[in-house]
């Protein structure tokens, strides 16, 4: 799948799964815009790209901040002359409950996770929609169910579904594809800041191993891998789509049942 002459913008696209999208994409031909508000990572993330010979620009941006989105998107498509597609990677997790989850948390998770979502896709599609082109939004297994203690960011995830099936169904005429991707465990930044809140991090991930039937969490890579295809030609019959990249994790159900054997 290669993405030669095609702009890609990312956000969130300085670490973790975003950061591997943009190598993926960049090895491949396509010219990156590294959207992130953590300014070292993602400066680091530019030169790397470069580095490999690809060709990207890093603009820090808070997503949640629509003019600074906008102004970055405009800035990447002068450079480039274009934007084929975007990919939405930009997320934070935080943990309570209904009662101990406050407002501030609460905003501060929806405006990054699902504001964030939107106001990239706002400040996008008025270039994607020249040529035609992708979104693809990164969301989680818990857009599709839930751990306990984590309010705020499992509602983001389930809005970011929505999201994706609307924008899907808006644009469709115009050529835009919008899907979602929805990772298990993943071993980034993100895991290993919850794992750090653990007194024992090493049995954080000893669970989540074990949690998923494919024995292991994914690394960032093999999640980027199917954002890759969802923003390429070989998927041009899918959009609104969920995809479930996750080692088997939401398909088991609970218990094993009494044999003979």
């Given at each position: ?28 031909g ?20 470069e ?10 941006v ?8 906008e ?13 084929d ?28 996770n699902l ?6 896709a706002?400040?996008?599609i008025?270039?994607?929609r ?31 579904i ?10 469709a ?14 071993d ?7 794992a ?47 995809w ?6 939401l ?11």
């Amino acid at each position: 799948m290669r993405f030669d002459h095609k702009s890609i913008v990312v956000t969130g696209g300085a670490l973790g799964i975003g950061k591997a999208a943009c190598e993926i994409f960049a090895e491949r031909g396509a010219s990156l815009a590294i959207l992130d508000w953590d300014e070292k990572a993602g400066e680091d993330t530019r030169r790397s790209i470069e580095a490999n010979g690809g060709k990207a620009m890093f603009q820090k941006v808070n997503v949640a901040e629509f003019g600074a989105v906008e102004a970055a998107i405009g800035a990447a498509a002068e450079a480039f002359g274009s934007i084929d597609s975007l990919v939405v990677s930009a997320g934070i997790q935080r943990y309570g409950t209904a009662v101990t989850t406050d407002e501030g948390q609460w905003d501060e998770v929806m405006s990054v996770n699902l504001k964030g979502a939107w106001n990239a896709a706002r400040a996008s599609i008025p270039y994607i929609r020249k040529q035609g082109g992708t979104i693809v939004n990164v969301s989680s297994v818990q857009a599709l169910a839930s751990q306990q203690n984590v309010l705020a960011y499992t509602t983001s995830k389930h809005g970011l579904i929505g999201l994706t099936r609307s924008m899907a169904m808006d644009f469709a005429k115009e050529g835009i594809r919008v899907n979602a991707v929805c990772p298990g465990t993943v071993d980034t930044p993100m895991l290993q800041w919850a794992a750090s809140l653990d007194p024992d991090p090493d049995s954080v991930y000893e669970a989540c191993n074990a949690m998923h039937p494919i024995g292991r969490i994914a690394q960032p890579r093999e999640i980027a891998e199917v954002i890759a295809f969802l923003a390429h030609d070989s998927s041009s019959f899918v959009t609104g789509a969920v995809w479930t990249v996750d080692g088997g994790l939401l398909t088991q159900i609970g218990g094993v049942p009494k044999t003979d054997q």
